[in-house]
């Protein structure tokens, strides 16, 4: 048996410390999102008629200006991946049996890719003035104004 | 300096409500268990969220259906709820961040932790009223 070479010698700290990055991650995104959620939370719910003024015109609206656009993709993206790593860290915390931690960090990583795709192609792809819903009388009211402008 | 540590070590030995650590039950605690609940509850709305506003890429009458649950009265109750969880860990975030990168952070932890506790009190007592009003005021 060979003796230990240098005992109390730390380990080497060769490659990446993911670790260290989801730290950093989780302090640098909080900080963009305690102002982006506070501004999301006061434009829905505060200003104007708050929550009973949001419907689809209200939605698009907004997203007709490029500054709510990148708002809200921030939102999603920071918001996501900062939750999923939190949840991460609690399964890590509670979840002892390997194959149920296994299962669960699965899920979540499985269900933040998902709402990451579809809420990135929901905010690019959105139709604030979808023509079934202009070819009928009842249902144009729903839609911004500036669609009947067209 | 023999004596004061046996006093320290005798007095530490009697049974007391929470216990001989300096931590359990104090305010780093319950900054931590707050903080952990709250990340827990805004994930699970975060899903859901994501889910009711994609609808708006289905058609406007599936959207505002949907989004008309958020209108009701126990919604509107949950949304105070959802607005407080939030405040509280956006801004205990910020004082883990103040104690980690501030070096008088470690030092003051106790004292931010009362300054996010007075601040959140000043954010509800700004948006509950006005959240009523949108949600009862029958707009």
Known sequence: MS???????ARSR???NLEKWGWIYMRAS????????F????VNLVAGD???AIDFAFVAGKWADPFWVVWDTL???LALIHGANGMRTVVNDYATRRGLRRTLLAGIGIATAILLILGTLVIYTFDPCPAGSLADPALSQLLPSFCSAR | MGAVGTRTLAASATPRKMGGTLYRGREGMWSWVLHRITGIAIFFFLLVHVLDTALVRLSPEAYNAVIGAYK??????????????????ALNGLRIILVDFWSKGAKYQRQLFWTVLVLWVILMVGFVPRHLMHVFGGA
């Not at chain 1, 003796?3 to 010698?9: E, L, R, S, V």
């Not at chain 1, 909080?30 to 959620?37: K, N």
């Not at chain 2, 009701?72 to 405040?87: K, N, S, Y």
Request: glycine content about 20%; aromatic content about 6%.
């Open chain 1, 75 to 77: 939102l999603l993206w």
């Open chain 1, 39 to 42: 501004g999301h939370l006061f």
């Open chain 1, 30 to 37: 909080g900080v963009v999102l305690a102002v982006l959620i």
């Open chain 1, 50 to 52: 708050g929550v009973s």
């Open chain 1, 14 to 16: 060769r490659g990446s």
């Open chain 1, 3 to 9: 003796a230990i070479a240098a005992p109390g010698t």
């Open chain 2, 72 to 89: 009701t009265p126990i919604m509107g109750l949950g949304e105070i709820a959802l607005v407080g969880a939030i405040g509280f860990h």
